[in-house]
């Protein structure tokens, strides 16, 4: 696959009051054609100025952006074929539903039967072919999300912004929204570039998620690569929960600590494996999920972990319990 | 008629309403069908003479014939009303724009900068005026000094000055309506335009412009009313050559003594503006449900 969007040792200084910020900060990063790609971040890492960047809304301090190739970093967002899905819609009040999603093709000079027939089967996708008439404000949140991600698929952009676009809805609509989203990519063939805070969303949409932290990239990989080999303790603990131990607790160097994720243990196992690593603890909270249960465990070093085997023994609270895990699933990262 | 309890609480406006604004106006329409005196104030007799004089002046023999006098004065009037509003708009759209675009600190001292003019009184402030346009004045005196110009130029005393002093008076009215809606606006929906290709000028013209048009509306009424019954600037910086409908009517009441006359040209004007606003309203109305 070819490189879509290459960005290129880009840093943004906002020059704020006294104190100058770099909120995005030497990075480089190339987005395939095709690809669902994700920032993913805590608040105030430089997802969002990045996602910015790339539309144009904000100037680089210094670096490049190309597309296909061509270089974009000096053009004004008008004049770049990318599009973007804003966090509130901003979609515009005094327009209906119809005009709003033809804006783009009319300002590209489209010819009018053109843009209707466009218009139309965008409303057809997004499934709100009844409601080309109406105006913004009488749409509910999600149909509101839906016509944004209308306006800019519309015009075919290269590459297709979403600034955390589905985190104004509710957990249902949320989901599926995040089904419809993927199934528009597999479609259209556009280049994602999606912004989030929200792991399970980067983890179940994502080909590839760029982990970000303080300007930089943490890590960049695959979900599952994301998930099972986090390259720094940052980004474990940001990606799911993460036990880090002293290796000693396991009978390994004391010099290191290792991490695992709650449901890779397994409590009161007597048919580990090989291999598996053993330690032992006192059960203090049992909390209940639904589809998991959540052991907290307070090891002999004073060290607490949380344990969400697949398998929930039938304990109480303040037993010994001795719990195991798998090897290959341990997680040695820088701190 | 008892008042229900919330309804007590309208009293002093009511009180005040009545007094200083029907009593008034109920007055007026009443005098406009009354005789006039000869040195003032009216007869209790009714008579049309006072909107016959608007539109016939009798000739040199006593026969009333067809005259335009008047109505040219209200068309000149409502053609300067127009013009004052038109030019407050292009400056004061650009104004509100700046002071909204500044960080909000910044803002709330151009809005003191921009009401700062009502401090002063305006008879004051259209005096200042004519110190600055006369011949010998501020405006001469730099154009000349700076070689630009030989002999001074007139710009008092004509439909240019009368035009200035009105714009200058009546701008914050527009400006604050504007910058209010402006403030209000949603300004990601300018960085959604420019996404979806719109170019500077396009924004303008397909979001900014509808956005605040119900801003520019409001400013537009509260520009066009007090500029169409003006007659200060009229008679300060427009001489005895510029007559507004304003001059007219006070003319009436003082200098010539006939209060019927007045009062009928007032309520011509009234209806004029009224006819005028409940077109704008209706476009108003038409706004607000397109924003809903």
Redesign the interface.
């Known amino acids: 696959m070819s490189d879509c969007l290459v960005i290129e040792s880009v840093t943004k200084t906002f020059a704020h009051t006294d104190a100058p910020v770099k909120a995005v900060d030497d990075l480089s990063l190339n987005i395939r054609e095709n690809e669902f790609f994700t920032l993913l971040g805590p608040s105030g890492c430089g997802k969002t100025t990045l996602l910015r960047l790339i539309?144009?809304?904000e100037k680089t301090s210094t670096g490049r952006i190309l597309l296909s190739g061509d270089d974009i970093t000096s053009l004004?967002?008008?004049?770049r074929p990318?599009?973007?899905v804003?966090q509130?819609y901003?979609?515009?009040?005094?327009m209906t539903v119809a005009e709003n999603i033809g804006?783009?093709l009319k300002?590209?000079g489209r010819p009018d039967t053109e843009i209707a027939t466009a218009v139309t089967d965008a409303l057809k996708t997004i499934r709100l072919e009844q409601l080309g008439t109406r105006?913004p404000?009488?749409l509910s949140g999600g149909q509101q999300q839906r016509v944004a991600l209308a306006?800019?698929l519309v015009?075919r952009p290269r590459v297709l912004l979403l600034d955390e676009s589905l985190s104004a809805l509710d957990y249902k609509l949320r989901k599926d929204m995040q089904i419809e989203l993927k199934r528009l990519q597999r479609e259209t063939g556009v280049t994602f570039v999606f912004v989030t805070h929200d792991q399970d969303e980067a983890l179940s949409m994502s080909d590839r998620i760029a982990v970000m932290h303080k300007g930089r990239i943490a890590q960049l990989g695959t979900p599952q690569e994301i998930y099972h080999q986090p390259a720094s303790r940052f980004v474990a603990d940001f990606i799911g929960i993460c036990n880090f131990v002293n290796g000693g607790i396991f009978g390994l160097s004391e010099t290191q600590d290792v991490g695992f994720r709650p449901e890779d243990a397994q409590l009161n196992n007597r048919t580990h494996k090989d291999g598996d690593l053993q330690a032992h603890g006192r059960l203090t909270h049992i909390t209940y999920h639904g589809a998991t249960t959540h052991f907290q465990i307070t090891l002999s070093s004073g060290e607490k972990v949380t344990l969400a085997p697949h398998t929930a023994p039938d304990l109480t609270p303040d037993s010994e319990i001795t719990f195991s895990v798998p090897a290959d699933r341990l997680i040695r990262c820088a701190p | 008629m008892t008042l229900a309890r919330p309804h007590k609480l309208l009293l002093p406006f009511f009180i005040i309403m009545g007094l200083f604004f029907v009593l008034p106006l109920g007055l007026g329409l009443i005098y406009s069908f009354l005789k006039a005196a000869p040195y003032g104030g009216v007869i209790w007799e009714f008579s049309w003479e006072g909107y016959k004089r608007f539109f016939f002046v009798p000739d040199l023999s006593g026969v009333p014939v067809f005259d335009t006098g008047y109505l040219e004065i209200i068309f000149s009037s409502v053609k300067l009303a127009v013009i004052t509003t038109i030019l407050c708009v292009f400056i004061g759209f650009p104004t509100a724009w700046y002071m909204a675009t500044r960080p909000p600190k910044q803002r709330d001292l151009w809005i003191v900068l921009v009401t700062i003019p009502f401090w002063t009184n305006l008879l004051i402030r259209t005096y200042a005026w004519i110190l600055i346009l006369r011949n010998d004045g501020l405006a001469n005196t730099i154009l000349g000094k700076a070689g630009l110009i030989d002999a001074p130029l007139q710009l008092l005393y004509n439909e240019f000055a009368v035009t200035l002093g009105l714009v200058y008076s009546y701008l914050p009215f527009m400006i604050l309506p504007i910058y209010a809606t402006l403030e209000r606006m949603d300004w990601r929906l300018i960085e959604a335009s420019e996404d979806l290709y719109a170019n500077k000028a396009r924004t303008l013209w397909h979001i900014i412009l509808p956005l605040c048009l119900p801003g520019i509306l409001a400013g537009s009424v509260l520009v066009f009313i007090p500029a169409i019954g003006s007659f200060l600037a009229a008679d300060m910086l427009g001489g005895s050559k510029q007559m507004m409908l304003g001059n007219l009517i006070e003319r009436q009441f003082f200098s010539s003594r006939n209060w019927p006359f007045g009062a009928a040209i007032s309520v011509v004007v009234m209806g004029t503006v009224l006819f005028g606003l409940m077109l704008i309203a209706k476009r108003g109305q038409g706004i607000k449900d397109a924003l809903r």
Not at chain 1, 90 to 94: G, I, K, R
Request: no cysteine; charged share 15%; aromatic share 12%.
């Open positions: 539309a144009g809304l004004p967002p008008n004049r990318v599009n973007t804003f509130n901003a979609l515009f009040p005094h804006f783009g300002m590209l105006k404000g009488e306006r800019a015009n």
